[in-house]
């Protein structure tokens, strides 16, 4: 129903029309499946902190085909301004080569006009849709901002890497969205990691773990008799010693500690050595599928 979940995803309906409506709004939500988006933003009021990976993996037109749906979907066509146009491939080849990062695109959102608030009637948001359409011409095109580059850092020595703080910190701040401070996930939507990243590391899953945080994965898997089909992003750009933590910090938490035989922390030169191999998120499923988990 495009309504998203409230404090963890926000909704497209009756919000993402009035997003596309302002000036470099389409340039933004184009901008936002291309480079997926980390950072804080509300909407009607309601505060999100989750990640929305990137899906530049997919076409220009099936990206262009996917937003003028949701543009269009659950009464959101009733809020798009007469001279509004679809959105084209071009558009979308335009905004691959801008390159925007994470922090651009906020940047744009915070400039926009939104409402904070659901209005109590459709009629108000055709009237404040209506107030926001920009003119037709394209806005000017944005200089490419570059995307962050990972940190490098000389990993600490096996006796000082104190990894139980850092982990918890890490954890906070990138995966606790999707998989929840108790490490169950969302059923049917993000898997739960209590429980099962000790099944992945017994599994001979050391490496994949590794992997799957720098690499990210997309494809099916199976946890607890669930089915999940979503996207992990990619976190290439933490560094090694927050790799190794929150990895370390999933495996022990919840109960896991309890789960595990003969565990030996990952380290950061661990992580260090997975770099560089430019992976696909599908490749990444395929390491899972290999340990024979699903």
Known sequence: DGQGIPGAFPPLAGHLPLVAQNESGREYVIG?????LRGEITVFGTTYRGIMPSYAQFKDQ???DVLNY??????NNELLAGGFTAISAGEVAAARQRNL?????????????????????REQLRVLAAELAPPVATAAPQPVVEAPQ????????????DWQALGGRVYAANCLACHQANGQGIPGAFPPLAGHTPEL???GGREFLIKSVLYGLMGPIIVAGISYNGVMPAFPQLSDADIAAVLNY????WGNDALLVDFSPLMPEEVAAERGQNLTMQQVHELRQALGLD
């Open 32 to 36: 936002v499946l291309l480079s997926g």
């Open 250 to 253: 999933t495996l022990t938490e």
């Open 150 to 161: 990972p940190v490098v850092e000389a990993p600490p020595p096996a006796e000082e890497f």
């Open 101 to 121: 990062s994470h922090d651009a695109l906020l940047a744009l959102r915070a400039g926009f006009v939104l409402p904070d608030a659901p209005p109590s009637a």
């Open 62 to 64: 099936e990206i262009a």
């Open 70 to 75: 949701a543009l269009n979907a659950w009464g």
């Open 201 to 203: 590391y017994h599994a």
